[in-house]
């Protein structure tokens, strides 16, 4: 029994080593079949052929290590060792891929920490987004396993394009210069996280934010009521009984139509699911007011937990400073790992951290390269072997350079399609487009993306200062978005046509209207608007129209012509304090059909009615006939009082009432007109769109500073400027000699002493003016102190205030003709002197003076 029993379990080794054997061939065929269809894959991906790129003009680091370089290599060849001994079922570690040149750099080397000068890039969200918009993806050549070479950030940059292993560098080493404690990341993910398929993923522009339940708490009631007797129909509750049935039903139905969708969305079963080799970007709390860790796929450049579902493990972290492999078991993804990477139990440290400060990185001189290096050749590589811990070396890397125009062209050829669940994203880089076109969702009704449900866009640099435009393709409606400082003061504008006198709704920025316009809702027989901080405390004012016997002409015509017929103009008001509330008016209409006015005034304190009026305007034979007020002409209502108001100043009522009514009229006639103004001059603007540019953009501003040159050089033409002849200061002297030809020496000694003396009086003037108001200052000064000692015990405090103020102004004056006054005392010798070596030196002077 013993033997058949060990021959079973004998038979049981063998069909469990053949299974094993089975599916690790199929692991391999999958994986080979992968690999061809992945090299077989989009043209745009493929056929790039990095063997072809130039490395001429590399630095030396690029292409040699260093004597400390090599000394890493091997610790972590020898680390590697260990590691495969200790752990032989875990896959090799990623520690020192080929560059660009072929040569083997750690991984740790090639991280340069950069603080680029764009204020976007200092924030993380806007590294990553920079990140994924700028590089071109390109997936692993096999996905089970890393990549055999790890290119400088800076090739990668130059030529665009990457797997997840270059993004992550380039990332990891932009967080690090931000300030940021940021992760290379060696793991495992998803299928559509490795292969930047976000069809199944919604874009985050129609994500919605997690509306918090709030928490609804009743208080106890001391007192309970009995419950009262159940008087309700049966038959009733049999109806409601088949209306709950019914409804249960048809929600089941719905129910299983959604599962039936959420099925067809549902990704297919992935065979190399958890076996997928994908890098990341981990950033830990701690630095920069990081609350908590998370990961950033660089790919798409979002944030994501921990705890996410679709990364399923680690391997290994690296930063700039050293290299950490993961002893956790991932069984469960990254939902139980602990980031904490000074517990060596949970993270194997490789390189024992020191007490040494970091060295400085390599500058991009070649000079200061190869003084590092000699500096390394000259130590002893033995006596390096003996120390315990070793400091990383600085990065072989060139210094990370972004220029101003390659960041803001971000995609590559300025271009960026990203396809989402039910939606399209295309990005377009500033200028790109002649109407400032920047980015376009596009939602669809289906999963194929056939039926256009909705298209947003967004524009910069729109002298219109349009930012963003909506068309819902099912009601036809668009919507558009305006920054301030728009002719109008537009804020929004939500149309179905351009034409006249359709729905529409626009809403204004109210601080830039002098009349406080907020909103105005259009249609053809309407017009609702509504203020904001008026004066006179109005709100609303609604309008209502008839129909015309003929259509509406051209916009361009006058709007008093064929106008529409108004046929009612409300008006409401807000509470004005400052008056009683029957005085108040809270709402007035004019019926103007009925010819009549209506006035509702404001509600008085506990009171439930308000006080009316309705005034009867007279026919025009009335008018003719006599234009004396009759109680039929008004009714009106107090509340709380039965005094009714004298007949003379209902009259003068009427009458503001009906010159109010004539100026509303107009402003309703305006408003038609401004409507109308808006529409023509919307059609212009976007017909021919004009973009802005930054006075601080010089490239662009190129072709506005040669016209200007130009316009400038044939104004100069046209219009030519006699250059300016410098003064003659011996001009009022020599008029006095009749300006010879030939000056005698008695004649330039007088010229000589005749200017200088007059010179010499300004200066003296000037000198004494400024003493003359010194001095005055000065005894004004002492007035008001006397004048303030004297009445200083019966001055207010705001009289006392007013004295301060004067008493520092007056200080302030005496202070500046003070500096003024010793200024022109020591700079006067000196303008003398000055000009007297100048009439030295003159042409007309300098014979007869040098003799003197």
Request: charged fraction near 35%; proline fraction near 5%.
């Amino acid at each position: 029994m013993e033997v058949l029993e060990e021959n079973e379990e004998e038979e049981r080794r063998e069909e469990e080593l053949m299974k094993a054997l089975e599916i690790s061939d199929e692991l391999h065929d999958i994986e080979t079949k992968l690999s061809v269809d992945q090299v077989c894959g989009p043209s745009d991906v493929s056929d790039f052929d990095w063997s072809s790129i130039d490395i001429s003009q590399l630095p030396s680091s690029y292409k040699t290590n260093s004597p400390r370089e090599k000394k890493l290599l091997r610790i972590a060849d020898h680390y590697l060792q260990q590691y495969t001994h200790l752990c032989p079922d875990r896959k090799p570690l990623f520690l020192y891929p080929v560059n660009e040149c072929g040569v083997k750099k750690f991984v740790s080397t090639t991280v340069r920490p950069t603080l680029l000068p764009y204020t976007e890039l200092y924030h993380w969200d806007g590294c990553a987004s920079f990140v994924c918009d700028y590089l071109t993806m390109e997936p692993l050549k096999s996905p089970l396993t890393p990549p055999s070479s790890l290119y400088s950030p800076t090739t990668i940059l130059k030529y665009q394009r990457g797997n997840c292993f270059d993004f992550s560098v380039l990332l990891c080493s932009m967080l690090i210069g931000a300030g940021y404690d940021a992760y290379c990341v060696n793991g495992y993910a998803t299928q559509d996280i490795c292969s930047l398929d976000e069809t199944l993923e919604v874009c985050p522009l129609l994500r919605k934010p997690q509306e918090v339940p709030k928490e609804i708490t009743k208080k106890p009631n001391k007192y309970r009521v009995k419950s009262s007797l159940d008087l309700q129909s049966k038959f009733e509750l049999q109806q409601e009984a088949k209306k709950k049935a019914e409804t249960e039903a048809t929600h089941k139905n719905k129910e299983r139509g959604e599962e039936k969708v959420m099925e067809m969305e549902k990704p297919t079963r992935d065979p190399l699911y958890g076996l997928r080799v994908h890098a990341w970007v981990l950033v830990l709390s701690g630095k920069r007011e990081v609350p908590e860790p998370f990961f950033i796929n660089p790919f798409t450049g979002n944030s994501h937990s921990t705890m996410d579902e679709h990364f399923l493990g680690i391997e290994s972290v690296w930063n700039h400073k050293n290299y950490w492999v993961n002893m956790q078991d991932c069984w469960n993804g990254c939902k139980d790992l602990i980031f904490d990477l000074g517990d060596t139990v949970r993270w194997e440290i490789m390189l024992s951290e020191t007490d040494k400060p970091l060295q400085m990185l390599l500058d991009a001189e070649e000079e200061n390269e190869l003084f590092d290096r000699n500096m390394d050749d000259i130590e002893d590589e033995e006596e390096e072997e003996k120390d315990t811990s070793f400091a990383m070396p600085p990065t072989w890397v060139a210094p990370i350079q972004i220029s101003p125009r390659e960041f803001e062209t971000r995609c590559s050829q300025g271009k960026k399609v990203i396809m989402y669940k039910k939606a399209k994203l295309e990005k377009w880089a500033p200028y790109l487009n002649k109407n400032g076109l920047v980015k376009r969702l596009t939602v669809y009704a289906d999963l194929r993306c056939t039926e256009v449900v909705e298209v947003k866009e967004w524009f910069k640099n729109r002298e219109d200062m349009l930012d963003m435009r909506e068309l819902n393709k099912k009601t036809q409606l668009t919507t558009e978005y305006f920054s301030p400082g728009h002719l109008f003061g537009l804020k929004v504008h939500i149309y179905k046509s351009m034409e006249p006198e359709t729905e529409r709704v626009m809403e204004f920025y109210n601080e830039s209207r002098v009349d406080g316009l907020q909103k105005r809702a259009e249609n053809a027989t309407e017009i609702k608007e509504y203020f904001v901080g008026r004066d006179d405390f109005k709100y609303f004012q609604h309008t209502e129209f008839s129909k015309r016997g003929k259509k509406i002409s051209v916009a361009g015509t006058r709007t008093d012509i064929n106008s529409r017929p108004i046929v009612q103009m409300k008006e409401c008001f807000h509470r004005n304090l400052e008056k009683p509330a029957d005085e108040d008016v809270a709402e007035r209409v004019f019926l103007i059909t009925e010819e009549m006015i209506q006035l509702t005034y404001h509600l008085k304190d506990k009171y439930i009615t308000a006080s009316k009026k309705e005034f009867f305007k007279p026919t025009e034979n009335y008018r003719k006939q006599s234009e004396i007020m009759t109680p039929e002409m008004c009714i009106t209502y107090q509340a709380g009082s039965s005094v009714k108001d004298k007949l003379l100043h209902l009259y003068k009522l009427l009458q503001e009432l009906t010159e109010e009514e004539k100026q509303l009229k107009q402003q309703v006639r305006q408003s038609e007109a401004e409507v109308l103004n808006i529409l023509k001059i919307r059609e212009n603007e976007e017909a021919d769109v004009k973009l802005t540019v930054s006075i601080y953009d010089t490239k662009r501003n190129e072709k506005r500073k040669q016209q200007y040159e130009a316009m400038k050089n044939a104004m100069e033409d046209e219009f030519p400027v006699h250059e300016e002849q410098d003064l003659d200061y011996l001009a009022p002297f020599l008029i006095q000699i009749g300006y010879p030809e030939k000056m005698t020496k008695g004649q330039a000694l007088r010229l000589r002493d005749d200017c200088l003396t007059d010179f010499k009086n300004r200066l003296i003037a000037k000198a004494n003016i400024i003493q003359a108001r010194f001095e005055k200052e000065v005894e004004e000064l002492k007035k008001k102190n006397q004048q303030f000692q004297e009445n200083q015990s019966q001055l207010s405090r705001e009289e006392e205030a007013a004295f301060l103020t004067d008493y520092s102004e007056t200080m302030f004056r005496i202070h500046i003709l003070a500096l003024r006054l010793n200024r022109e005392k020591q700079t006067a010798p000196q303008k003398y002197l000055a000009l007297e070596e100048k009439l030295r030196k003159d042409p007309r002077l300098a014979v007869y003076l040098s003799y003197d």
